[in-house]
């Protein structure tokens, strides 16, 4: 009875050890190697701090930013912890009034822009947390931005052309735009 106690306290803390320790470390450095800045949680920021992730959305109510899309987690929260969707279907009213709300946000802050608002910019996605947008949103809202930060239009314009990620592997997805990226071009772009 001893014996077969000893062998297994002895191979659970070697499981232990291979599995809590030699494992994860293993698992983490060879991620530090291969994707550093994935590893890292793909931060972006100036030199000597982040400012965020690439990977998560973030809001911006700012007229002199691109407006990230909407977030399901809870009103402009971005929370990575709780990630969903908003579980509303396009006849389900409390989503046709969200719309509409944001809608006349975007045309309140730009109201000399008669286009049609992009979806993008005025529902959520799956997770909630997307940080990118579609090209459309992105040019959507240029002219409000360029006016706003005394640009011409054709520099913040291309901006977006230079933030501009296209399709997976060449075929995979839709070229998107990512909103933290692009806001931190602008910053630099003074």
Do not use: C
């Amino acid at each position: 009875m001893f014996k077969l106690l000893r062998q297994s306290l002895v191979l659970l803390v070697i499981l232990t050890v291979v599995t809590g320790v030699i494992y994860p470390l293993a698992v983490t450095g060879i991620g530090q190697v291969a994707f550093p800045v994935q590893a890292t949680g793909s931060l972006l920021g100036a030199a000597d701090h982040a400012v965020g992730s690439a990977l998560i959305g973030q809001p911006f109510a700012s007229p002199r930013y691109f407006w990230s899309r909407p977030s399901a987690t809870s009103p402009q929260a971005y929370n990575g912890a709780s990630s969903s969707g908003s579980n509303q279907g396009p006849t389900n009213p409390a989503l046709t009034q969200a719309v509409s709300d944001r809608v006349a946000a975007l045309r309140a802050a730009d109201p000399g822009n008669t286009a049609p608002v992009p979806v993008d910019l005025v529902t959520a996605s799956g997770s909630g947390l997307d940080p990118q947008i579609s090209p459309a949103a992105a040019a959507y809202q240029a002219a409000r931005v360029a006016r706003v930060r005394g640009l011409p239009l054709a520099r913040v314009q291309g901006l977006i052309a230079d933030a501009t990620q296209g399709r997976q592997l060449g075929i995979l997805g839709e070229p998107r735009v990512n909103v933290l990226t692009l806001n931190l071009a602008l910053d630099a772009a003074r």
